[in-house]
């Protein structure tokens, strides 16, 4: 079993910034990538960065300017710090692990539950 606990969202007036944490937790030989998400009432759900192992990280567009994607491999811990947020950064944010949890064997996505951050005046 492997559980992904996001945390850190909440209210913010425009302009302020969020560091959002991503713990996962139980059975883990290694997390091959690290993602966040983020996803609006009646939109699909959007990529925002992603991050391997070994520190390579891929950015949507929308996200290379104000978005910093981060992770602690000893810890288990993923990080988007967010900066200048906009009302239209309002989303429930996911954190996806990418989790093998044996040597060799191939690695499976877990999702947490999301948390959410709201940006309004």
């Known amino acids: 079993q492997v559980q992904v606990v996001e945390s850190g969202g909440g209210l913010v007036h425009p302009g302020g910034s969020l560091r959002l944490s991503c713990v996962v937790s139980g059975k883990i030989w290694s997390i091959v990538t690290m993602g966040w998400y983020r996803q609006v009432p009646g939109l699909q759900r959007e990529f925002i960065a992603a991050?391997?192992?070994?520190?390579?990280?891929n950015y949507a567009e929308f996200a290379k300017h104000r978005f910093s994607i981060s992770r602690d491999n000893a810890k288990n811990t993923g990080y988007l710090q967010i900066d200048s947020l906009k009302p239209e950064d309002t989303a429930v944010y996911y954190c996806n692990a990418n989790v093998r949890k044996y040597a060799g064997r191939p690695s499976e996505d877990y999702w947490g539950q999301g948390t959410q951050v709201t940006v309004s005046s």
């Open positions: 991050m391997a192992s070994g520190g390579g990280s």
